[in-house]
């Protein structure tokens, strides 16, 4: 990946609003956070209303939708960071994981939070795929530009 110190210190600023995101919402007392996933889960149910009343386990699957989707953001933002370091491909994710095994430690200290095996590999997975989507967004434009230039 092309390194500009342009580049450079936006990638680094992404990856730093990235991780602030994520831990300010792990040092979110669980009332707090628990009331942004009610009100996410009842946009839902608004959006994709089937005339069903009952709670069928959507704040289940928002909150850990919402943690696969902040943790692929990091993992794009570390493989851009690391791809421009020349560094590969395992170390942004040795990185992102160790980011939610900090996110989990956080949140033994917040009210009404516990940490959780379960979303260290929800938000493992979620590096991993920001590292395969960036790879591949990659290669495809390396590709391309080749291409269009023979």
């Not at 996110?103 to 379960?118: A, H, K, Y």
């Amino acid at each position: 990946m092309i390194r500009t110190q342009k580049r450079m210190r936006l990638c680094v600023t992404l990856t730093a609003c990235c991780l602030a995101f994520i831990w300010g919402n792990s040092l979110m007392p669980g009332s707090v956070s628990g009331a942004i996933s009610e009100f996410f889960e009842r946009l839902l149910q608004c959006l994709f209303e089937q005339g069903e009343s009952e709670s069928s386990g959507l704040g289940f699957l928002v909150r850990k939708m919402a943690h696969f989707t902040e943790f692929t953001m990091l993992g794009l933002c570390l493989c851009w960071l690391f791809g421009m370091l020349g560094k590969g491909r395992l170390l942004p994710f040795l990185c992102g994981a160790a980011a939610a095994c900090v996110d989990e430690t956080i949140q033994l200290f917040v009210p009404d939070r516990g940490p959780s095996v379960r979303d260290v590999c929800i938000d493992s997975s979620g590096v991993l795929l920001g590292v395969i989507l960036l790879t591949l967004g990659h290669h495809y434009c390396c590709k391309k530009r080749t291409l269009e230039e023979t």
